[in-house]
């Protein structure tokens, strides 16, 4: 059975966004240096066994055009499309869309931290995505520069993973909350670890429509300048089990 326990953010006027329940858990973050792939970067390791202490809600899917314009009351994406996820969106923005989303629903709203984003994309998996570890099967599973066409994509078309996740590889890069730092891995703390120490970018992950199949694997990571637009991102939210009653 794909996925757990669910929760339903109600915006308003009939507009949802559908959570699910990713509990407490250790896995191994980051990938090998055998890892079969050219985009992989010594970002990406030192392997390690991380323990996420507290379950949380994570989007079944990417923050959709919808969503965002009826809680902030813009659209700055490039492909339209009610379904189709968000994009030009700046860190600053995504974090904005979280504060407001949170007051409206009186639940601590977030972007999610990368341990607790590549936690839920592997679901459980060791592999480079979460469904294996060949390229040629990506395409069941999300948009990415060999068969998106150029463009984004309706939310949600593609396969799930094993929690139940829609888009976690390719479609749009999604916002995590941690500032990026390229010797993260090496120094940070092996439970519920978040780099809060300021640098220059946050982080980005899950690959996207335009780029090949090694950037959308579930360990590649990289930062980009936390106010800027230009590098299309979206973004999908996190609830922490528990906040703002039950």
């Given at each position: 059975?794909k ?7 109600t ?5 949802k966004?559908?959570?699910?329940r990713i ?6 973050m980051g990938?090998?240096k055998?890892?079969a792939s050219r985009s992989?970067?010594?970002d ?5 066994q991380v ?8 989007g ?11 809680v902030t009351?813009?659209n700055?994406?490039k492909?339209t499309?009610?379904?189709?996820p968000?994009?030009?969106?700046s860190w600053?923005?995504?974090t904005?869309?979280c504060t407001?989303?949170?007051?409206k ?27 294996g570890?060949e ?7 999300g948009w990415?520069?060999a068969n ?15 929690a139940g996740?829609?888009d976690m590889?390719g479609n749009?890069?999604?916002w995590?909350r941690d500032?990026?730092?390229?010797d993260?891995?090496?120094?940070a703390?092996n439970?519920?670890?978040e ?8 982080v980005?992950?899950?690959g996207?429509?335009?780029g090949?199949p ?5 360990a590649?990571?990289?930062g980009f300048?936390?106010?800027d ?5 979206g ?5 922490v089990?528990?906040s703002g009653?039950k």
């Amino acid at each position: 059975r794909k996925g757990g326990k669910t929760m339903m953010l109600t915006l308003g006027k009939g507009v949802k966004m559908k959570l699910v329940r990713i509990p407490a858990g250790k896995f191994v973050m980051g990938s090998p240096k055998t890892e079969a792939s050219r985009s992989r970067r010594d970002d990406e390791g030192p392997q390690r066994q991380v323990t996420i202490s507290k379950a949380f809600y994570m989007g079944v899917t990417e923050v959709t055009q919808l969503q965002y314009q009826f809680v902030t009351g813009k659209n700055p994406s490039k492909f339209t499309g009610p379904r189709n996820p968000v994009e030009q969106v700046s860190w600053d923005d995504a974090t904005a869309f979280c504060t407001v989303l949170s007051k409206k629903t009186r639940r601590a709203v977030r972007l999610p931290t990368e341990a607790q984003w590549e936690y839920a994309c592997r679901a459980g998996t060791k592999t480079r995505f979460s469904f294996g570890k060949e390229d040629k099967d990506l395409a069941a599973y999300g948009w990415y520069k060999a068969n998106s066409g150029g463009k984004t994509h309706p939310v949600g078309q593609k396969k799930p993973n094993a929690a139940g996740l829609y888009d976690m590889h390719g479609n749009v890069w999604e916002w995590c909350r941690d500032w990026y730092d390229k010797d993260f891995y090496a120094n940070a703390k092996n439970v519920d670890p978040e780099n809060t120490t300021a640098g220059s970018a946050r982080v980005l992950r899950g690959g996207s429509w335009y780029g090949g199949p090694g950037y959308c694997r579930a360990a590649f990571r990289r930062g980009f300048t936390a106010g800027d637009r230009r590098f299309n991102g979206g973004f999908r939210v996190v609830v922490v089990s528990g906040s703002g009653g039950k």
